[in-house]
T-cell receptor, first 113, second 112 residues
Framework: DAGITQSPRHKVTETGTPVTLRCHQT?????MYWYRQDPGHGLRLIHY???????DKGEVSDGYSVSRSKTEDFLLTLESATSSQTSVYFC????????????FGSGTQLSVL | AQKITQTQPGMFVQEKEAVTLDCTYD???????LFWYKQPSSGEMIFLIY??????QNATEGRYSLNFQKARKSANLVISASQLGDSAMYFC?????????FGSGTKLNVKP
């Protein structure tokens, strides 16, 4: 199994509070991704990174920011959480963008009350 | 924009029978990859099979095969000899230009 750790695994927070989710990998893969999973929508890309300090927006990036200061860590921040951001968040990594699969973390269940 | 469509929200199949899960994709670029992932009730995402857009033959991995019809832009997953453990959500995905796009998923229930 790929070495991907997401923390925390579960979090309950209140509307308007900042939240940071962490993804840590031990595979030295270049590409890292944050997805959210909601019923009926599958997995939607929030942000991704193609190297240290290199990030770009995905399909549903509004309300989210990311940072990658080291190869192994990719942080997702909700600056001011809203109830619509209640979801399961998955981090994923890939060695390359062509012919390589995604490896997923175990997910973070986030509830915004 | 890239798009993946899975038109079957839920399906039932009898144990030991074969089942086909549909997936169509939309891209104008010639280079892309197609994937299927399985998500059991425990929540983890499990890679099943991969097909490159330039691959001439359909990919197979054990009981899984990918029916790749490029002209129709379809990438259906075929599971042969279904088992109870195959009950799960199945997601079709496409990779292109560094991003991976997912469909909304199909929930498969295998009946004993």
């Amino acid at each position: 199994d790929a070495g991907i750790t997401q923390s925390p695994r579960h979090k309950v927070t209140e509307t308007g509070t900042p939240v940071t989710l962490r993804c840590h990998q031990t595979e030295n893969h270049r590409y890292m991704y944050w997805y959210r999973q909601d019923p009926g929508h599958g997995l939607r890309l929030i942000h991704y990174s193609y190297g240290v300090k290199d990030t770009d927006k995905g399909e549903v990036s509004d309300g989210y920011s990311v940072s990658r200061s080291k190869t192994e860590d990719f942080l997702l921040t909700l600056e001011s959480a809203t109830s619509s951001q209640t979801s399961v968040y998955f981090c994923a990594i890939s060695r390359a963008t062509s012919g390589e699969k995604l490896f997923f973390g175990s997910g973070t269940q986030l509830s915004v009350l | 924009a890239q798009k993946i469509t899975q038109t079957q929200p839920g399906m039932f199949v009898q144990e030991k029978e074969a089942v086909t899960l549909d997936c169509t994709y939309d891209t104008s670029d010639p280079s892309y990859g197609l994937f299927w992932y399985k998500q059991p009730s425990s929540g983890e995402m499990i890679f099943l099979i991969y097909q490159g857009s330039y691959d001439q033959q359909n990919a197979t991995e054990g009981r899984y095969s990918l029916n790749f019809q490029k002209a129709r832009k379809s990438a259906n997953l075929v599971i042969s000899a279904s088992q109870l453990g195959d009950s799960a959500m199945y997601f079709c995905a496409m990779s292109h230009a560094g991003k991976f796009y997912f469909g909304s998923g199909t929930k498969l229930n295998v009946k004993p």
